[in-house]
């Protein structure tokens, strides 16, 4: 079912469903890392510099992801893998507490709000929140999907965070450029 989304419907593209900071070796070096006191079943985090597999459908960083967007990534897993490369989630679902604290420890690490936002949403703006952003690594695998992502509709949503992908375009579509960060 094709529906669209925010960035998608200020460009008037179709969707096949509404498709920052990555928690993998992947990351930013400036973004913040996963705060303590996460619990992944509450929040959906993925301790820092660790991902879990696709196939682990139990983990809520992916069982409460779209189920469009998972399937996507999964799909393009098959050709990843294929091609020799291993897509691994470093974040997916986020809860609105985990989310409020990434974006308060991005507050501290960055000192202002405004530059806080280029890496990180608040839980309010947030696509992880919605279900409707995944982030991929390691840095081959995320390159592999800037690359080849369109094929099922996935996109890098923010320049500065290759690793950030969302359905913002039909499988075989063209992506949108993405935009320079997740404040603009």
Do not use: K
């Not at 098959?78 to 989310?99: F, H, K, M, N, P």
């Not at 991005?106 to 703006?125: F, I, M, Q, Y």
């Not at 690793?163 to 935009?179: K, S, V």
């Amino acid at each position: 079912m094709f529906r669209r989304s925010a960035h998608v419907r200020a460009a008037g593209l179709l969707t096949v469903a509404a498709g920052v900071v990555a928690l993998s070796a992947c990351a930013s070096p400036a973004a913040p890392g996963n705060g303590g006191g996460a619990d992944p079943e509450v929040d959906g985090s993925i301790p820092a510099n660790t991902s879990i597999a696709l196939d682990d459908s139990r983990h809520p960083a992916l069982s409460r992801l779209d189920a469009a967007l998972v399937a996507a990534v999964r799909a393009a897993a098959v050709d990843a893998r294929a091609a020799g490369i291993e897509l691994r989630v470093t974040s997916g679902w986020r809860g609105e507490g985990y989310q409020r604290r990434l974006f308060d420890e991005a507050v501290a690490v960055h000192g202002s709000v405004e530059e806080a936002r280029r890496w990180v949403t608040t839980p309010e703006e947030s696509a992880h929140v919605r279900g409707e952003a995944i982030d991929i690594g390691p840095t081959d695998a995320a390159d592999w999907l800037v690359r080849n992502g369109a094929d099922y509709g996935l996109c890098q949503a923010y320049a500065n965070e290759m690793w950030h992908f969302e359905l913002l375009t039909a499988p075989g579509g063209e992506c949108p450029a993405p935009r320079a960060d997740a404040a603009g």
